[in-house]
């Protein structure tokens, strides 16, 4: 009877570790499918200045990224400087409160605990990697 016990234990902890290590998996799928789509009208062209253009999206492990390309990077920016996040965080939640869906999409990666990685590359190879947390998420776009 206690090995019963104690394997009903072991088989519970691992579904419990499972369950939490995979979130709602009809939010993942939603989340897929709305990458597809993105991914199938890329690339897109964003008309603003330095040519930027958005190549494609992926979601895996939890981490939606977006990877951009750009003419060039420019001398004198500093892409790791709070402030230069801060306003990719801002531009986020003005497009979570302009659209119910863009809001529904961020608010699905929010709750299964995901991560948003932005990744801008020229052709000379340099790039620059932004990454924001669930956390930084929660906190800038659920306000």
């Known amino acids: 009877m206690i090995i019963k016990n104690i394997s009903f234990i072991v088989l519970l902890v691992l579904c419990i570790s499972c369950n939490s290590s995979n979130p709602n998996p009809g939010l993942i799928a939603e989340i897929q499918k709305e ?25 895996k492990d939890n981490t939606l990224t977006y990877n951009y390309s750009l003419a060039q990077i420019r ?20 497009e979570a409160e302009m659209s119910p869906s863009n809001k529904k999409f ?11 990685v932005y990744k801008y590359h020229v052709a000379t190879g340099e790039s620059i990697t932004l990454e924001f947390s669930n956390k930084e998420l929660k906190d800038n776009i659920v306000k």
């Open 106 to 116: 961020y608010m699905n990666i929010i709750e299964v605990g995901g991560k948003l």
């Open 75 to 94: 001398e004198g920016i500093n892409y790791k400087d709070d402030r230069f996040k801060q306003s990719i965080l801002y531009m986020l939640k003005g």
């Open 35 to 59: 990458v597809e789509f993105a991914n199938s009208k890329c690339p897109i062209y964003l008309g603003v200045g330095n040519d930027v253009v958005m190549d494609s999206l992926s979601f």
